[in-house]
């Protein structure tokens, strides 16, 4: 399916002929309208209701489109053909975006409801919105970056990135909103990244924002550094739960006002390679009056939530919002390197099953929240 941004988002109506014998849906009561609009799941469905005609319009703002979750960019697509596609896992649909075209661009991460864009010569990069054309320049990178992860508050947006070591596996952190003129060093930020030869880069594991503060895990040492966003330095360092099992791979997650560290272990048998899990509350406690230092506590369930795990970090949705999607579950995707490509899978933690779901063969491995506004 093609959803062409600058087309389907312009004011635009379909002709308001009437059509002997067939009900003028234009003269539906206007309070139902906005009724009918929140039981639209599918994105594209909810553009063509907008543009039924002008009453439905002004009835419909962008912001009233159900709760969407994360579309997957296809690993074929690019800026260097001209259009990026997308799987929903939402609608099982496949969407393809026409964009500027741009031998030099790629994208290099998400930021929720933006990708993360680079050109590979000029290192000028900016955070993107693929269905809006909404575009905000970043402060030009000295540096390659392999990660970048967002904080988006009610009035700012920060975008923190690693860089990729170059003779040693330490890296630290850099910080920037949109208008900022130069990336900030965050002090004391110095963390431990491990070299991924399938893709041939360093990668720095566990991140997430919440309440303005960012939470980054050192991959080596396996403590979580909490950093504040205002001051642009680390206040805590997180030591890691014990025991905790080798070899996981890290992720964490800003869940409804929890963070989460949940690591992700491969299981091998005789006949098929699997995953588990095990999940871990971030928990500030007292102890005879006074604060205690944040500790990492197991959980054996997330209740109605289900989590995405993207590339480097997470998200949370409440099951309630997505009726067909099962409660107290984990959705990811993993790189399938004798296909030399990506599949999609569900965990669940209440019966710990695996489950392969169907996804397109060129299943990238970027998660992007998608939004209208």
């Not at 924002?209 to 960012?214: A, H, I, Q």
């Amino acid at each position: 399916m093609v959803l062409c941004a600058t087309l389907c988002l312009k004011d635009q109506t379909f002709s308001d002929r009437k059509r002997s014998g067939k009900p003028d849906w234009s003269d539906l009561p206007p309070e139902l309208i906005p009724l009918i609009s929140q039981k639209i799941v599918d994105i594209s469905d909810f553009v063509r209701f907008r543009v039924v005609c002008k009453r439905w319009r002004s009835a419909v703002q962008f912001s009233d489109l159900a709760p969407q979750l994360p579309w997957i960019i296809d690993g074929f697509a690019s800026f260097k053909k001209g259009y990026l596609r997308f799987y929903s896992i939402l609608s099982g649909k496949t969407y393809t975006i026409n964009v500027p075209q741009s031998t030099d661009k790629s994208v290099r991460g998400s930021a929720y409801n933006y990708l993360l864009n680079c050109n590979s010569q000029t290192l000028e990069c900016s955070i993107f919105n693929p269905l809006t054309m909404e575009e905000f320049s970043l402060p030009q990178a000295k540096f390659q970056f392999p990660s970048c992860v967002p904080y988006l508050g009610q009035s700012s947006r920060y975008v923190v990135m690693s860089k990729s070591p170059l003779t040693e596996d330490c890296t630290p952190l850099f910080l920037c909103q949109p208008g900022d003129y130069k990336w900030t060093r965050i002090n004391g930020s110095l963390i431990q990244s491990r070299y991924r030869k399938e893709r041939g880069e360093f990668l720095n594991s566990g991140f997430t924002f919440y309440d303005g503060r960012c939470y980054a895990t050192d991959l080596k040492t396996g403590s979580t550094k909490v950093i504040d966003l205002v001051t642009r330095t680390m206040i805590y360092v997180v030591p890691p739960p014990e025991p905790e099992l080798p070899g996981g791979f890290v992720y964490l997650v800003a869940s409804f006002g929890d963070i989460l560290r949940v690591c992700h272990y491969k299981k091998y048998s005789e006949e098929t390679l699997g995953y588990y899990f095990r999940i871990y509350r971030l928990e500030f406690g007292h102890r005879d009056g006074n604060a205690m230092d944040p500790c990492w506590v197991e959980i054996d369930n997330i209740s109605n939530q289900f989590l995405f795990l993207h590339d480097i970090h997470g998200c949370a949705f409440r099951a309630e919002d997505f009726p067909r999607f099962v409660a107290n579950g984990i959705y990811f995707s993993k790189a399938n390197l004798m296909k030399n490509t990506f599949e999609l899978f569900r965990y669940g933690l209440k019966e710990p099953k695996l489950e392969v779901l169907p996804a397109p063969v060129t299943l990238g491995h970027v998660w992007f929240v998608p939004s209208l506004c």
